[in-house]
């Protein structure tokens, strides 16, 4: 079981996506930017790490949203998504094929990696309800 965090960060009514590349696991497929948690790390502290790693952004991360277990063909992953905050809306794409701005609205248009889904979808509730 993989467990990896990732992070659903806001500035003003957006939130960066980022397209995974033709060489990862899941090619193409559409994810909030983070990665595996290693032996020992917090998770708050791994997520800051790995959008340091993949964005060059400083991020302030807020609330855990559920856990999802998703079990793919070849492996099995718990996805923590925190809500986070953008002290500015630069970034450095230096791992993924495409990463933007995007509003919850139009979340739905993209092929998502599978474990996402729901949490795209309580997004969208969620904003729905505002
Ligand atoms: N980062 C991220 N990974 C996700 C999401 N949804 C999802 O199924 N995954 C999967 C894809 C990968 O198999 C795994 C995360 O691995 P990764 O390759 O992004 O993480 P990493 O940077 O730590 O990996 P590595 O290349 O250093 O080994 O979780 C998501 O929203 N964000």
Request: glycine share 4%; charged share 35%; proline share 4%.
């Amino acid at each position: 079981m993989l467990h990896v965090v990732c992070a659903i960060i806001y500035n003003d009514d957006e939130i960066l996506i980022a397209q995974r590349n033709d060489k990862m696991a899941l090619p193409l497929k559409w994810e909030f930017p983070g990665g595996k948690v290693e032996k020992g790390e917090d998770k708050k502290t791994a997520l800051r790490r790995e959008i340091k790693e993949e964005l060059a952004m400083e991020i302030e991360v807020g609330k855990a949203l559920e856990p999802v277990i998703y079990h793919y063909q070849d492996f099995s992953i718990t996805l923590y998504p925190y809500v986070c905050g953008a002290l500015t809306k630069e970034f450095i794409k230096r791992e993924h094929r495409e990463i933007r701005w995007e509003k919850i609205e139009n979340l739905k248009k993209y092929d998502w990696a599978a474990a996402d889904v729901p949490v795209v979808k309580k997004l969208i509730t969620e904003i729905n309800k505002m």
